[in-house]
């Protein structure tokens, strides 16, 4: 899962189109329709104070966690990538905001105490190449969860991998920093990988060239939806993430509601 080494540097400038607002108003909706957390940081009573709690899980720069944390969550975020933390301390250090950052595998999350909700979007799961690692993580999600909390997330699935995005590159020329992504999907193990080139403008006429190599797999609805009930989950929706319609053959990314029930 080595990843977002240098590319922590220009991940913010390169996903400026990721729709991170249309998501934090869905992820709040959902928690307010389904979940124990409020937007009530500073609880005294210590069990509320946990309910509250919102981990962002493999939560990158912290854009989203700044979100949800302006919307009056108490919260914490983990990621892999200490380069990735870097960038989400720098926010927290502007913003003056309390969020809490640890840096951990997802496979090996450890917390202090429970938590109400744990949110994961933006392909994050799918860096678990291995069903095994992702049964282990949503195990660990159940353990750290207050009896009732949500398990709110987004998974691409193995259409995209295969029909839409696995022999396609993609390049785009920016004034200060370009990048060429080039695909490929492994069929015989459902595993896309995909190489990042990257060309930063330094000085002048001088730019800086690094790459990094990534690895995903696409999870099917039929198959999460199991997982849910095998590590402790109700399923409370499955919708096209996109679309927001309910899944079908040719779903890119699918956005699942569970909540803990044992």
């Known amino acids: 899962m080595e990843a977002y080494t240098d590319f922590a540097d220009v991940y913010d400038e390169l996903m400026d189109d990721t729709p991170y607002t249309e998501w934090c108003n869905r992820l709040v909706k959902d928690m307010e329709t389904y979940g124990i957390s409020r937007p009530d940081r500073g609880a005294e009573d210590p069990i509320e104070s946990e309910k509250n709690l919102v981990l962002d899980l493999a939560c990158g720069t912290g854009t989203l966690t700044e979100m949800l944390y302006e919307r009056g969550y108490d919260m914490i975020g983990a990621d892999f990538s200490g380069e990735m933390l870097m960038k989400a301390m720098e926010k927290k250090e502007r ?8 840096q951990q595998d997802m ?8 938590v109400g909700t744990v949110i994961s979007v933006c392909d994050s799961l799918n860096y678990l190449l291995e069903k095994e690692d992702l049964e282990q993580t949503f195990s660990l999600v159940h353990k750290f969860l207050h009896p009732g909390g949500l398990f709110l997330f987004d998974v691409n699935t193995d259409y995209k991998y295969r029909e839409v995005i696995g022999d396609a590159t ?5 004034e200060d920093c370009s ?5 490929s999907y492994d069929a015989a193990n459902g595993i896309n990988e995909y190489d ?22 696409g999870y099917e609805e039929e198959y999460l939806r199991d997982l849910l009930k095998r590590t402790g989950f109700e399923l409370l929706r499955c919708i096209d993430a996109d679309s927001e319609d309910a899944p079908g053959p040719e779903t890119e990314r699918l956005y699942m509601v569970a909540r803990c029930t044992k």
């Open 107 to 114: 496979r090996e999350l450890d917390l202090y105490c429970t």
């Open 95 to 102: 913003t003056g905001s309390e969020i809490l950052y640890l």
């Open 170 to 174: 993609i390049a785009e020329n920016r």
């Open 179 to 183: 990048f060429i992504w080039e695909n």
């Open 196 to 217: 990042v080139t990257v060309f930063v403008q330094e000085e002048g006429d001088s730019f800086r060239r690094f790459q990094e190599t990534h690895y995903q797999k």
